[in-house]
Every structure is written in structure tokens, then in C-alpha cells.
């Protein structure tokens, strides 16, 4: 996917991008490139692999979540930005906090964030240990292929405000969704659907799967990253 026909494609997802919008998209895909090439951050350097497995495929959730409702954003495990990034240049007016444990990764965005001139909140930390400053606080949680479900809806379900949703992409979920089927419920959350598609051009599996947070969850939650995936919920 070139620069050309991902702006056309996501005008069919009611996205416009102005010249800005489009500027920062490049100046991001060029700046990954480079930085890629002595710091290993992603698998996809190739310039139309960016522009449709990272840029299109972050923003593929707008087919599913009205983003004018949405104030604030958590993207825990976001890697090189993604989505988080990617959403922030596409919803300007949205406050995103970009949270991975990996420092290099978060150098790599703190050295984007300055070259866009874009503010973002940059989170060098676990999930377990940040939800202390963050409880139940954000509108939508979003994580792009972190970790399998029964350990990613314990660190990520407690940020979630009650009325807020979790959005989780991923390829194919059968096996994690039977694996998961309480773990949502005793953290105060349901399925509020389950979204498969294939991604355009290539036709790889994507399952967006949306959670509501009906209330609180209970304060011992989440656990110790090693007794959560000793003993998933």
C-alpha cells in the first residue's frame, strides 16, 4: 500500500487526513525506517508494509468506536506507536498515553514525539505498576497484539473507567476467547462484540474485540505480572 492508495483507503473509513496529518504519517514512516536499521523495533520496515500493517491496521478500530466520544486513550504495550500514535496524529484533540516497559521503545517515541512536535504522554513502566497513578481513569484502552487475552484483560480492564471500553487486536482469537470466557466478568467487563475481518490487499485475519466495563474492578486486581501468568484468572 502506497501513500496514495492508504489516503484513498481511508477515505472509505470517513478519515480525511489534511497535509499535516499526511506529513507526520511520512515523516513517521521515514524516521521508523532509519531508526530501525541499528535499533530493532518491528519486523516492517518495508515503506508500503508500514503504510498498511501499522498505519492502516491501527486505524482500523474506527470502523467500531465513535471517536468523537472518546477524551482520553491508554495504549498499553505500544511498541513503536502503535496504535497510539498513529490514533493521536489521526484525533489531534484526543489526550493518548503511549505505556511499554521496553526503555528502547520508549526512546525511539520520545525522539518521534519531539520530530512531530505532537504531545503524547510517554509511560516507561508495567502495566501493574502504573494502574497505582491510573485506576479506572481512561475512556478506551486499546493494546495491538500484546499478549494473549486471559493475561492482557487483567492489566489492562482496571485503567478503564466504568461506561469505558478495552479494544483488543488481534489475528485469530478462538482459542484466548474460550481461554478468557470468565476472566472479563470477574474484572467487571463484557463483550460488547467481536469484530473479524481481513485486512485489505493481503487478506490476513483481524479480530477487534470490544469490551465494556460495566463496573469497578475489584482493587487486588491486576496481581503480580509473574501470578497473573502463573494462574490466569
Known amino acids: 500500500m502506497n501513500r496514495e492508495e492508504f489516503i484513498n483507503e481511508l477515505k472509505k473509513i470517513n478519515i480525511v487526513l489534511n497535509e499535516d496529518q499526511i506529513k507526520k504519517l511520512e515523516i513517521y514512516k521515514d524516521f521508523l525506517i532509519k531508526y530501525n536499521n541499528h535499533t530493532n523495533l518491528t519486523r516492517i520496515i518495508n515503506e508500503e508494509d508500514i503504510y498498511l500493517k501499522h498505519f492502516y491496521d491501527s486505524l482500523t478500530i474506527v470502523n467500531y468506536v465513535d471517536f468523537n466520544n472518546i477524551n482520553n486513550i491508554l495504549d498499553i504495550g505500544t511498541g513503536a506507536g502503535f496504535p497510539g500514535m498513529v490514533l493521536k496524529i489521526v484525533f489531534p484533540r484526543i489526550n493518548v498515553t503511549l505505556l511499554d516497559s521496553n526503555n528502547k521503545k520508549i526512546t525511539f517515541l520520545k525522539e518521534l514525539k519531539e520530530l512531530l512536535n505532537i504531545n503524547v504522554e510517554l509511560i516507561n513502566d508495567r502495566a501493574e505498576n ?16 500484546v499478549a494473549p487475552l486471559p493475561i492482557l484483560l487483567e492489566l489492562t480492564i482496571p485503567f478503564v473507567k466504568v461506561n469505558g471500553l478495552f479494544i483488543s487486536m488481534k489475528a485469530n482469537v478462538e482459542e484466548e476467547l474460550e481461554n478468557s470466557k470468565n476472566t472479563h466478568k470477574i474484572l467487571g467487563a463484557s463483550i460488547k462484540s467481536i469484530n473479524k475481518f481481513n485486512l485489505i490487499k493481503e487478506n490476513s485475519l483481524r479480530t477487534i474485540i470490544i469490551y465494556k466495563k460495566n463496573s469497578k474492578t475489584d482493587g487486588k486486581y491486576p496481581r503480580l505480572y509473574d501470578k497473573i501468568k502463573k494462574k490466569p484468572l
Do not use: P
Open 130 to 145: 502504573y494502574i497505582k497513578n491510573k485506576r479506572e481513569y481512561y475512556d478506551l484502552v486499546v493494546s495491538r497484539a
